[in-house]
């Protein structure tokens, strides 16, 4: 249903849109031949007052067809090409009039009954970001950015995308009790995404998932879960983290929950998910601290390289994979035990911290060392061909490696069939030569993934949602005049257009959220097909109605061999523009 939903919405949004046209044109006294519901060839419809109005195959949007379109044609009453070049330009802009229309009439009806955004609360920091150097925290809420209200986490997430290079963000925030802080964010590009960036992630709540390990353990859909494995999900960072780890535990989890009321106690039976990925059972080490804010915690320093707990021996293999390790020692030992830390080539223990996984996240960013060092899991595929942690790859079949995701790359490429690593392992005077094959690696399943916060925004009175409606078509406008500025200026990779396809995906994803959300999301779309069908390209409005304002510009028309050549380019453009949005949908499809 949902998928009947996004394509009827889509389609709804160009009728509106030709609706516009056909609309004024009557108003001016035109002649409209054709009326479409659809493209393609005519399945129904009925003729009146000279208009055939047809219902075509595809429901797809729709068109227009006006007598005296070709402007080489002789004039003739009630033609378009005999209207005065004010008219014309009313009928050409009344399909871009009628999509802002939509946006302005919906939107306020829409915030009266209340509209779902992903709650503007701030995820997963990314240590050594942007967002992390400027003091922000898992579990912030953004009030404002610029002092512009943020309703949601895209408002946020687009002004940072938008933000020009080096330019400094005033983000206000509420964080626990305390009063608002204001709080100076920098982002900076990131090639990944294309585009400005903060390090950030939304919030995420844990789901129980149906037809899953969870429900066949008693869980319900809507019970609330309060713990897992005896710690208590109640901050960000621990349900964040504990949910992440499930799929590396294939023991039975403890879960308690809360049912209205009442607190129930379940155990989570793992299942192994199907076609578990090949592996060869290696992560990168990252455990040397990059950047450090003293006065917060103990006595860590920059450099150090944090082994793991101290177990009293006199060599210590690393065990950090990365924050994500350290954050789940510290919730499972309720603060850092005493700690084995490499210090100047020498190893020291530093004593017990009872720091909290927030302060821990927030003022300790771990790198991987270089060169990038293996931490090999015990029974794995590489631990059985030899390798062990700390060992660092030099090469992989002959071809030098230098980083750990060449390494990834290699295995990736190379399986199910065996690679040859060349392995550099402290203390040994000669390489290594280890020849690993990849294996599948089981993941296990104990029915709970993660769901974006969701928070419903929603007027107090008619007059307040006409505010937040007004305001949210002027954002949109905004943003997308500011996305086309920022691809024009290099800020914004191209790589981030989006098609059809991409536009299909994102109208089921709300279709499936519920009507309002949908009609909200075809607002959406709406203010930003009138914006691009403003833009002075020749076959799109802009481009008719740039040639009728340089008409009463020159006092004459434009010659119909530049109008004509001026069609020709703006047709090549679409096109190709068509072609490099669609392989955009496609890749992006492939990497997710």
């Not at 980083?403 to 203390?427: Q, W, Y």
């Amino acid at each position: 249903m949902s998928i009947l939903l996004a394509i009827l919405g889509i389609g709804f949004l160009l009728f509106i849109h030709e609706a516009g046209h056909f609309l004024v044109a009557r108003w001016c006294g035109v002649t409209v031949e054709v009326f479409s519901l659809g493209i393609g060839p005519r399945i129904g419809g009925f003729k009146r007052g000279g208009t055939d109005y047809r219902l075509s195959l595809l429901p797809i949007g729709g068109y227009v067809r006006m007598a005296g379109e070709d402007p080489g044609k002789p004039p003739l009453p009630g033609h378009l090409n005999a209207q005065p070049p004010a008219a014309r330009l009313f009928i050409f802009s009344g399909g871009i009039l009628a999509n802002f229309l939509f946006a302005l009439v919906s939107f306020p009806l829409l915030f009266h009954a209340g509209v779902s955004f992903e709650a503007p609360v701030l995820g997963r920091v990314d240590s050594g970001g942007p967002a992390w150097a400027a003091g922000l925290r898992e579990g912030d809420r953004i009030l404002r950015v610029n002092g512009e209200e943020t309703l949601g986490f895209r408002h946020f997430s687009a002004a940072v995308g938008l933000s020009k290079p080096g330019e400094s963000l005033d983000v206000e925030i509420a964080r626990g009790l305390s009063s608002t802080i204001h709080i100076n964010l920098t982002p900076s590009f990131s090639e990944v995404a294309g585009m400005p960036r903060a390090g950030v992630g939304t919030a995420l709540l844990p789901a129980i998932r149906d037809e899953s390990p969870a429900t066949q353990a008693g869980l319900k859909k809507d019970d609330v879960l309060l713990s897992l494995g005896g710690i208590f999900l109640d901050t960000p960072i621990a349900r964040r983290i504990l949910l992440e780890s499930l799929p590396e535990n294939s023991q039975p989890v403890p879960a308690r929950v809360r049912r209205g009321d009442v607190e129930m106690d379940f155990l989570l039976n793992p299942e192994p998910f199907p076609e578990p990925p090949s592996r060869i059972g290696v992560w990168e080490v990252v455990d040397e601290i990059a950047a450090f804010r003293g006065n917060a915690l103990g006595t860590f320093q920059v450099g150090d390289r944090i082994l793991g707990p101290d177990l009293g021996e006199a060599e210590r293999t690393p065990t950090l994979r990365g924050m994500n390790d350290l954050l789940l020692l510290a919730l499972q030992k309720g603060g850092l035990p005493a700690l084995a830390v490499e210090r100047a080539g020498k190893r020291i223990v530093l004593p017990p911290l009872g720091a909290s996984p927030e302060a821990i996240a927030a003022n300790i960013h771990l790198q991987a060392r270089e060169p990038f060092a293996l931490l090999v899991r015990e029974g794995g595929p590489a631990w059985e061909a030899g390798l062990r942690s700390g060992d660092q790859p030099l090469g992989a079949d002959g071809v030098p490696l230098g980083s750990f995701l060449d390494l990834a790359k290699a295995i990736s490429t190379s399986a199910p069939e065996s690679v040859t690593l060349i392995v550099d392992r402290p203390g040994v005077p000669t390489d290594l030569i280890v020849e690993v094959a990849p294996a599948a690696h089981p993941l296990w399943d104990h029915g709970l993934s993660f769901q974006s916060l969701q928070e419903r925004v929603q007027g107090s009175n008619f007059l307040q949602s006409c505010r937040l409606g007004l305001g949210e078509a002027w954002e949109m406008t905004a943003q997308v005049a500011g996305t086309l500025s920022s691809l024009f200026a290099g800020s914004v990779s191209p790589n981030q257009l989006g098609g059809i396809i991409t536009i299909g995906v994102l109208t089921h994803g709300f279709a499936e959220r519920g009507f309002i959300d949908f009609i909200f999301f075809l607002g959406l779309i709406s203010v930003n097909l009138a914006f691009l069908n403003l833009l002075p390209i020749p076959v799109l409005d802009g481009g008719h109605i740039l040639l009728v304002i340089l008409e009463m510009l020159r006092g004459k028309p434009v010659p119909l061999r530049i109008q004509g050549a001026l069609q020709m380019v703006g047709a090549l453009f679409l096109l190709g523009l068509l072609v490099f949005v669609t392989y955009n949908d496609i890749v992006r499809l492939a990497t997710s």
